[in-house]
């Protein structure tokens, strides 16, 4: 079973700048499995980017994926007010079908 | 457009069984997700629980053992949740949530659609 690792645990940034969060597998994986998502508080999460670097419907582009063996990133170019929230990154084990998060990173006001 | 919301109890007792409903509006269930539940202890981050598709098929966490039943009743747009023998560490926010990964070529290997959650607390 792969486990992920986020960092940092909180990323202190302001609006405009560049936020890059990082999630870290314990073993190379595809790709193709790897999600983020977003979390506000008292919300569900929301899928952001699947297959590493494709954008869900309906999510700005100021967001991208990237990577791939055991190092995977986020990315938000230019933070909105809005964008303050808990990220999550997912991966998808095919043998035996299952999800793996890690344990999330918090975005916050700087 | 698709709707997923949870019901069912807020508080269970330490040792017995947690029981919870997901409604799937506007749509069928159908046969091209897989549907989930997902849960987060206050303050924590998101387990998978396990998951079924239409036929009944299910796959589970194994961390969780075997004390987690997923069910499907097509005819109502239902999914269920049981788990037994719940204890503290139980106490969670579960959400259920389509779960796109049917399909190699197309599909996004994640969850798509949330339910708002429910929280349950396990105490006496």
């Known amino acids: 079973e792969v486990v992920l690792t986020q960092s940092p645990g909180t990323l202190s940034l302001s609006p405009g700048e560049r936020a890059t969060l990082s999630c870290r597998a314990s073993?190379?994986?595809?790709?193709?499995?790897l999600v983020w998502y977003q979390q506000k508080p008292g919300q569900a999460p929301r899928l952001l980017i699947y297959?590493?670097?494709s954008r869900a419907t309906g999510i700005p582009d100021r967001f991208s994926g990237s990577g791939s063996g055991t190092d995977f990133t986020l990315t938000i170019s230019r933070l909105e007010p809005e964008d303050f929230a808990l990220y999550y990154c997912?991966?998808?084990?095919?043998?035996?079908?299952?999800?793996?998060f890690g344990q999330g990173t918090k975005l916050e006001i700087k | 457009q698709v709707q997923l919301q949870e019901s069912g109890p807020g508080l269970v007792k330490p040792s017995e069984t947690l029981s919870l409903t997901c409604n799937v509006s506007?749509?069928?269930?159908?046969?091209?997700?897989?549907w989930s539940w997902i849960r987060q202890p206050p303050g924590r981050g998101l387990e998978w629980i396990g998951n079924v598709f239409q036929s009944g098929l299910t796959r589970y966490n194994p961390s969780l053992g075997s004390r987690v039943t997923i069910s499907v009743d097509t005819s109502k747009n239902q999914i269920s949740l049981r788990v037994t023998s719940v204890t503290a560490a139980d106490t969670a926010v579960y959400f259920c949530a389509r779960d796109d990964s049917l399909y190699y070529d197309n599909s996004a290997f994640g969850f798509d659609l949330w339910g708002q959650g429910t929280l349950v607390t396990v105490s006496s």
């Open positions: 073993h190379s994986l595809s790709s193709r499995y």
């Open positions: 297959g590493s670097s």
């Open positions: 506007a749509s069928s269930i159908g046969n091209d997700y897989f």
């Open positions: 997912q991966h998808y084990d095919t043998t035996p079908p299952m999800y793996t």
